[in-house]
């Protein structure tokens, strides 16, 4: 059985809100390959020149310990990357570029991607989304034998990515060589005193990944429905209120008002008393003046019956309200519509993708309010009521295991577009 845990924990961490196989080892007589044309010898330097301008081959990577063994691929095709290491990929057509993932036994696609600029990616080679040999510095290769050192750090660095091995080993490695097996694609072998790492760079021959291409002849980007769009550009103005309910799930505790220029809790007297508790929030000032004293930065205040009240939080100039609380907009959730359901029976969209939840979880400081206890976060809803209205309201539910019982939270969101609060707009010329 569930149990859902009441929304008034929330008001105790309210503000603490504020991311080895053989290898032919002559170096006499080097075979050119005999399946594509590299512009010579299948040497070091020829076989890494041709990779560095290509962008179709295979890594094949196998991690050896003591107790195990963990095999995995990394695909480069001219239309996608794709990992089996963390299921992860991304891929472009006609209409652009979107992320790749497996859930469910079957792909995934995400909405289309932009850059900084907010313009869509057109090119998924050109967007920086993944490490490939076109990274690496091909004038620190030009060794014209089948084997080779790799003594560049930045060139070790970029050879690691592409092997999906953590950069944290790098003062750990006793070898790092390169060499041309008998195949004629490149091996590379790396070792530390606990762990043997090892990849074929395949450039030659079974280099389509049949599943993916299969997928991507049928499928395309995520395209959100009218619902999901409202819902993103609901949340991504930043206008908006959470209620807080007590234990009983019906009585009202308090509201927290999200606004783009101040975040403010707002608690009823009986909720204060009870939690010892006071209604405050944090406002940022941009060359704010008031009483001849200029206000920059991220400040502590809450309103009296005298006026409002204000202390200095962070002079950082480069925070905003929405980072500096880490606001619910920010979520993953959001840009990862693609990985929820809809139920028609409950009204609902659910996911079971565990990063979504953990987000979510994380986004709430959830694991705070149960200190000495582990939790896992498994699942996160959310359902939709008064749709394309002014009594538009998101209930989000989050289901976890708390020490392996299940349990869950509800996160009721309205007043989208009109959280402000009429004191604080007019003293601080909002």
């Known amino acids: 059985m ?7 924990l929330f008001l105790l961490t309210l503000f603490a809100l504020a991311s080895c196989g053989n290898v032919n080892s002559s170096t006499n007589s080097v075979e050119e390959s005999n399946a594509i044309d590299i512009g010579g010898a299948a040497n070091i330097k020829n076989v890494v020149s041709y990779l560095h301008r290509s962008n179709s081959y295979k890594i094949s990577t196998v991690i050896d310990t003591a107790s195990d063994t963990l095999t995995y691929e990394s695909h480069y095709s001219h239309d996608y990357y794709y990992s089996t290491f963390d299921a992860s990929g991304y891929a472009q057509d006609e209409n652009g570029v979107f992320k790749l993932n497996s859930y469910q036994g079957d792909f995934v696609s995400s909405e ?9 990616l057109t090119n998924v080679w050109e967007s920086d989304l993944f490490i490939s040999f076109a990274n690496v510095d091909i004038d620190n290769f030009t060794s014209t034998t089948d084997s080779s050192k790799v003594t560049n750090k930045q060139d070790k660095l970029y050879i690691l990515d592409m092997m999906n091995i953590g950069r944290g080993i790098l003062t750990e490695i006793k070898q790092f060589d390169l060499t041309i097996n008998s195949d004629n694609n490149l091996l590379i072998e790396i070792t530390t005193d606990s762990t043997a790492y090892s990849a ?3 450039y030659q021959t079974d280099l389509s990944f049949f599943e993916l291409e299969d997928y991507l002849s049928q499928n395309s980007y995520y395209q959100t429905t009218e619902d999901e769009q409202y819902l993103q550009t609901s949340f991504a103005a930043d206008n908006y209120a959470r209620v807080i309910y007590n234990t009983d799930g019906k009585t009202v505790a308090g509201w927290e008002h999200f606004t783009p220029n101040y975040f403010y809790g707002e608690y009823t007297e009986e909720t204060e008393k009870a939690n010892g508790v006071t209604s405050s929030g944090y406002v940022c000032l941009v060359d704010f003046s008031s009483n001849g004293t200029i206000y920059n930065g991220m400040y502590y205040f809450f309103i009296s019956d ?16 929405n980072s500096f609380m880490n606001y619910p907009s920010n979520l ?7 990985f929820f359901n809809y139920y028609d029976s409950t009204n609902e969209y659910v996911s079971l993708n565990s990063q979504i939840a953990e987000d979510f979880m994380n986004n709430f400081q959830v694991e705070k309010m149960f200190p000495g206890q582990a939790l896992v976060a ?4 959310y359902k939709t009521a008064n749709d394309f209205s002014q009594d538009y309201i998101v209930t989000f539910t989050l289901s976890f295991e708390i020490d392996e019982s299940s349990a869950y939270m509800e996160f009721e969101f309205t007043n989208f577009g009109s959280a402000n609060i009429d004191e604080v707009d007019a003293a601080f010329n909002f």
């Open 200 to 202: 074929v760079v395949n």
């Open 2 to 8: 569930k149990i859902k845990i009441g929304n008034t």
């Open 112 to 120: 289309l991607l932009k850059d900084d600029s907010n313009n869509y």
């Open 332 to 338: 993953l959730a959001f840009n990862n519509l693609q």
């Open 306 to 321: 005298t006026g409002i009240g204000l202390t200095l939080a962070s002079d950082n100039a480069d925070y905003d309200i």
């Open 378 to 381: 498994t699942e996160l809803s």
